[in-house]
């Protein structure tokens, strides 16, 4: 008799554990490479998102600080005006002592039958117009002024009788130097 043939119509197990080998394989390392990706994005995430806090926090210390610059430079600029205000009363206190002495020279100036219609003081000289009874009184005043301590070079510019026998005058003086120092 003969011998009977078979076939085996069944797949081959090796080959099936195989495939499905590589496939668990395959899906194991897709599944690795996407953990692994998502741990990267993750952390990238954060870093990021920790840089944006720190980028507004520098943002924020960089506004105050543009902010405290901008106060310091205002307070800077108030300092040197109370400074030059400060500078200003000084001169303005020794301007008055001045002032103050020159006004009671030019009244000791003054003879009881002179009165003066017009005082003008600028920083180079001092112009006095005035009414007098005589050209005596006017001499007198002439000579008080330019015996003073504060004025020199005195002189009378003009004079001139009205008809009701009075004295116009005009007489000015020079300054001493450190008298008009600061004055207008």
Do not use: C
Not at 32 to 61: C, D, H, P, V, W
């Amino acid at each position: 008799m003969s011998k009977p043939i078979k076939i085996n119509l069944s797949t081959k197990p090796r080959a099936d554990s195989k495939l499905m080998i590589t496939k668990v394989l395959i899906i194991l390392l897709v599944g690795l490479l996407g953990t692994t990706m998502g741990f990267y994005y993750n952390k990238a995430l954060s870093e990021f998102r920790l840089q944006e806090t720190i980028n507004q926090t520098l943002k924020s210390q960089h506004a105050e600080y543009v902010n405290l610059q901008n106060n310091l430079e205002k307070q800077l600029e108030l300092d040197r005006k109370l400074k030059d205000k400060a500078k200003h009363v000084e001169e303005l206190k020794q301007d008055s002592a001045i002032l103050s002495k020159a006004f009671s020279e030019i009244e000791m100036a003054v003879t009881p039958k002179t009165q003066l219609l017009e005082l003008e003081i600028t920083r180079d000289k001092v112009l006095i117009t005035g009414l007098s009874s005589d050209f005596t009184e006017v001499a007198k005043m002439l000579a008080a002024l330019e015996n003073s301590e504060i004025f020199s070079n005195t002189g009378l510019i003009s004079s001139r009788e009205t008809n009701g026998n009075l004295v116009i005058f005009e007489i000015e003086t020079m300054w001493e130097a450190q008298v008009h120092e600061g004055v207008d």
